[in-house]
């Protein structure tokens, strides 16, 4: 199935440097986004030759937490006077270029994988990786029932917390580890997201996200080196004297993950970290279990018609589903992963 | 500003597909095969919390294709709930799923005894 060579390596389970690496390039992607004004609701006397704003926007961020700089944006450049003072933010709501609504409490990243998914699907359309996700933003009567949540940055934070919560439950089977939580804590995962802070984030949400130090049962044993390692950087795990074990990401009952398909639907479905042979679940074992016709078996010989993007990148189909819940997981907790077709007749070297 | 090279980007080989006739026509198919909608219905119990009222029948089956958004609009009906009047939803005592998660999804997930179970409050409870 993969035409890379062999692991030599230990396990996929890798040091907590390489963690600490990982979760903090998944934390630092970004997307580029072009926010444009409908053109039929911008007020009179505004600035149309600047009514476009562009932003490199967290992947881990939320829509309505650009809000005030979108904003400020229309405030100072665009609108006149009158139209910055009656500008009445609670009434905004976003749309993808083609016409989809895009979800408030969806993260920007997985928003935008989702667009690109989309795209591919549709072969007439030159979809890029890098171009901009074009978004209209409308001023006034948000469709409510559809956006299924007010558009506010206070009703995203709680459909955060409820994500990290369900995430909790999948991973450990009770909540108690978010529970456990002091009010100020939980508050610092928003923070940590809002002003876009990976100590701050991680600070608390080490607390809660497995390990990856290397376990004994599953994986083939560590390197001799490994008991070393323990100690995770400061950044990523201040004083936790947690058991490794009890928290490591091979023992969690099932990994937070969604299938997400061109255009929908959503799957969602337990992920356990080890398979019933014993083997290490894999991104390409989970995708065949449930996408059978778009990812065949290996043994078949048959071709893959599809790939999988996790946080932007295309993850190769040996990733294991437990190092992907510890390292590339959102900040919601959840693995998304965004299945698009691969073009007639492409080639991918 | 769009890419001049569509797909620009390389993916890694293990993705690759083969060229042929027929690759994209087939995997058009398979997804609509995968967007076909789960006609089967699962059981649903609704428990109060505190001071939310008891409904006399708690038990309904629901299609599972539905998101749960149409749960909490059902609930609402069936407690004669107004419009803005407090309803705060929860799987298994524990938390809030996404509106638009669908009840299959969850009750993939989060079923016990062969019902998924989702508790009413009309105050914030495990907020």
């Not at chain 1, 030759?49 to 229309?74: D, H, N, T, W």
């Not at chain 1, 108690?176 to 928003?190: F, H, N, P, S, V």
């Not at chain 1, 065949?288 to 790939?307: G, I, R």
């Amino acid at each position: 199935m993969s035409s890379y060579a062999p692991r030599h390596s230990p396990s996929a389970f890798s040091t907590p440097a390489s963690t600490t690496l990982f979760r903090r390039l998944t934390w630092e992607g970004t997307v580029p986004l072009e926010i444009r004004v409908d053109p039929n609701e911008l007020p009179a006397n505004s600035d149309r030759g600047l009514e476009c704003y562009y932003i490199q926007a967290p992947r881990v961020s939320y829509l309505p937490l650009l809000v005030p700089e979108i904003k400020r944006f229309l405030q100072d450049v665009v609108f006149d006077e009158t139209a910055a003072r009656t500008m009445k933010e609670e009434e905004w709501w976003f749309e993808s270029d083609g016409g989809g609504l895009l979800k408030w409490h969806w993260p920007i990243g997985l928003i935008y994988d989702n667009h690109a998914i989309s795209q591919s699907v549709r072969p007439t359309t030159a979809a890029s990786f890098f171009a901009p996700l074009r978004i209209v933003l409308h001023l006034a009567s948000p469709p409510t029932e559809k956006l299924l949540m007010s558009p506010s940055a206070e009703a995203c934070k709680q459909a955060f917390m409820g994500q990290l919560k369900e995430a909790d439950f999948i991973r450990w089977g009770n909540t108690k580890r978010m529970t456990g939580l002091r009010k100020a804590e939980q508050d610092g995962l928003w923070e940590g997201i809002k002003e876009h802070n990976f100590d701050e984030y991680w600070r608390v949400a080490s607390k809660i996200t497995p390990t990856t130090t290397p376990t004994r049962s599953h994986s083939p044993p560590p390197p001799p080196t490994s008991t070393s390692l323990h100690t995770r950087p400061p950044s990523a795990d201040p004083g936790s004297t947690a058991a490794p074990d009890r928290d490591g990401a091979s023992n969690v009952r099932n990994i937070p993950a969604r299938i997400y398909l061109p255009d929908g639907p959503v799957l969602q479905d337990l992920v356990p970290p080890v398979l019933e042979d014993g083997s290490m679940h894999t991104l390409g074992a989970f995708l065949t279990a449930h996408l059978p016709l778009l990812f065949p078996d290996p043994h078949s010989k048959k071709p893959n018609l599809a790939y999988a993007l996790i946080q932007g990148v295309p993850a190769p189909p040996d990733t294991e589903m437990a190092w992907l819940g510890a390292c590339m997981a959102g900040a919601d907790g959840w693995v998304n992963i965004c299945v698009g077709l691969l073009r007639e007749g492409a080639r991918y070297p | 500003m769009q890419c001049p090279e569509p797909n620009a980007r390389t993916l890694p080989s293990a993705w690759t597909s083969l060229d042929g006739g027929n690759v994209m026509h087939e995997a058009h198919e398979a997804l609509e095969t995968y967007k076909k909608k789960d006609v089967n219905k699962v059981v649903v119990r609704f428990k109060a919390v505190g001071n939310a009222p008891i409904m006399k029948q708690n038990f309904y089956k629901i299609t599972a294709s539905n998101r749960f958004q149409a749960v909490i609009q059902f609930l609402r009906k069936e407690l004669g709930w107004k419009q803005g009047d407090p309803l705060f939803t929860y799987i298994n005592l524990a938390f809030s799923p996404a509106p638009d998660d669908t009840v299959a999804n969850l009750f993939k997930s989060f079923s016990t005894d062969g019902h998924l179970i989702v508790n009413y409050s009309t105050t914030a409870a495990w907020g």
